[in-house]
């Protein structure tokens, strides 16, 4: 199976990935994983977004794994793009298959390409408002084009995502990848998932409000911010930019992929892991550790349980630089129905209410038993009592950035505990 990477502008083979047991077809199964010798040669020891993961820089070697590597599972269809593509084949498929026909317009700059050429066929585009009621024409169109997000998600539901793109017109196209040469920006458009039961259409649009609290909190978002239109959530892509009338992919790699998790299920990844992976490839990681923690402190403030490793991301610039993706999937899940779970959790970290001081100095011991720089632990100190204040006026905050009262509520006593629990951490 060849690998694509996006690179100046053209995709170009890369890699080849192959099975090393024709009958196995799962993710489980032995691979076989080799960078194309003249592509080695030309970027020999990169990493970054020339590489197809941080964990397999560009080499003349053959990676014999016993196991899929994990960057292919970012790449692996799940959910409605899943159900599609077995809806065509008319049967169940494995998960080899399912890379082979699924892989083809995923996030980031690597895809699969299709054993048949894809020709684009012109079309006028549609109105925003045709796809954010989900009008007829743009769904069947939009599956036609394989427009459906292929990327794998820790959440079940049926309701699609589509990737779409706005031209220099302003009508709108679903993106399943042949857009290059009239796309203009770059969109997710999210539709609410049934099976979160009735606060479906809530929690997506205070998806849109979340996303203003982190920003004004100076968390890292897109820009322009996501914005809730007709039902659904319009969200700015951060893997694609348009740089001299070009298309630019980005580099995207999941958490789960830079700490090399093949099975999320079966894998408890605590926020340590997490860190110390990150560590190795992150630029400027000394300022992303404040990032990543005010995000998951933020995260108990509002009550977002699904904190799981495929809603954090690394974005490979084309400079060279490795940095936390923007923040994304980050709203009011305490209200889903299907009752998810707080998935990744500190060392120390307790349910009735955590000693912070604790949770630094775990992390600072794991930090030092995986050989790692020391922990700063008086400049992490200093933030997490800085965002402790801030925390104070959230409820305000919320207000002003369009929640519901009951939202507010509902979470004003957890708000106010995480507060006190922040100013008792010591600086030293």
């Not at 990477?5 to 083979?13: K, Q």
């Not at 004004?216 to 694609?240: C, K, Q």
Request: charged letters at 25%.
């Amino acid at each position: 199976m060849e690998l694509h990477i996006h690179l100046d502008g053209a995709w170009r083979r890369c890699a080849s990935v192959e099975l090393a047991d024709e009958a196995q077809g799962s993710r489980r199964g032995p691979v076989r994983l080799q960078y194309d010798a003249d592509y080695a040669i030309e970027h020999l020891g990169a990493r970054d977004h020339r590489a197809l993961t941080v964990r397999a820089p560009v080499d003349l070697g053959i990676r014999t794994l016993p196991h899929w590597p994990s960057f292919l599972i970012d790449l692996l269809p799940q959910g409605a793009a899943r159900a599609r593509l077995e809806r065509l084949a008319q049967s169940g498929l494995s998960e080899w298959a399912l890379l082979e026909r699924g892989a083809v317009n995923p996030v980031g700059n690597l895809r699969i390409p299709t054993r048949e050429p894809r020709t684009k066929v012109a079309h006028p585009g549609f109105q925003l408002s045709e796809m954010t009621t989900r009008g007829d024409a743009f769904i069947d169109y939009a599956q036609q084009t394989g427009a459906t997000v292929a990327g794998a998600t820790d959440t079940q539901g049926d309701a699609p995502k589509f990737w779409v793109a706005e031209d220099a017109q302003g009508h709108w196209h679903p993106d399943g990848g042949l857009l290059e040469d009239i796309a203009q920006r770059y969109f997710l458009l999210k539709f609410p998932v049934p099976a979160a039961g009735p606060k479906a259409a809530d929690i997506l649009r205070h998806e849109a409000a979340y996303q203003q609290v982190a920003a004004r909190l100076g968390l890292h978002v897109t820009a322009p911010l996501p914005r809730y239109v007709d039902g659904a959530l319009l969200i700015p892509r951060f893997d694609r930019r348009r740089i001299n009338d070009r298309e630019v992919k980005l580099g995207v790699e999941s958490l789960y992929s830079v700490a090399g998790v093949l099975d999320s299920a079966g894998t408890y990844l605590r926020h340590h892991d997490a860190l110390i992976a990150l560590a190795g490839c992150l630029t400027d990681f000394d300022t992303q550790i404040l990032e990543y923690i005010r995000r998951d402190l933020l995260n108990l403030a509002l009550g977002n349980r699904d904190n799981h490793g495929r809603n954090t991301a690394v974005v490979k610039d084309t400079d060279g630089t490795l940095r936390l993706a923007p923040l994304f999937d980050f709203g009011p899940s305490f209200l889903d129905a299907r009752a998810i779970a707080r998935v990744m959790r500190w060392d120390g970290e307790e349910p009735m209410g955590t000693d912070w001081n604790r949770v630094l100095d775990n992390l600072a011991t794991r930090f030092e038993e995986a050989g790692m720089a020391p922990l700063a632990r008086e400049r992490i100190a200093t933030d997490m009592l800085a965002f402790g204040q801030a925390l104070q006026t959230l409820p305000a905050l919320m207000r002003e950035c369009g929640m519901d009262d009951a939202i507010i509520e509902h979470r004003r006593g957890d708000i106010d505990r995480l507060a006190r629990e922040l100013s008792a951490v010591e600086v030293k």
